[in-house]
């Protein structure tokens, strides 16, 4: 999302660029090794912050609410907070 090449539409709408940023996330998509590529990710990530294109203010907390009888019942990272809940 913060690559220069993303600007505008493409998902960049802060139209944020920094080369130095640019050229970890580059690297992180062409390393092979997961650790090196998590480290660079790191890197790029904690520049983004400190620039701070954005004001990062998302904190996301999932309410679930089910009927006594019901068992077995989990949510999946993928599960919308939307659903899952029921009333009597």
Do not use: C, K
Request: aromatic content about 14%; hydrophobic content about 35%; charged content about 20%.
């Amino acid at each position: 999302m913060f690559h220069s090449a993303n600007r505008g539409p493409a998902g960049n709408r802060t139209w944020f660029q920094d080369s130095a940023v640019d050229r970890l996330i580059e690297l992180s998509q062409s390393t092979v090794d997961e650790r090196e590529r998590y480290r660079l990710y790191r890197l790029a990530n904690d520049r983004i912050v400190h620039i701070a294109p954005w004001v990062f203010m998302w904190h996301r907390s999932d309410y679930y609410a089910v009927q006594p009888w019901v068992q077995d019942s989990a949510s999946t990272p993928s599960t919308p907070s939307t659903r899952g809940w029921t009333f009597p």
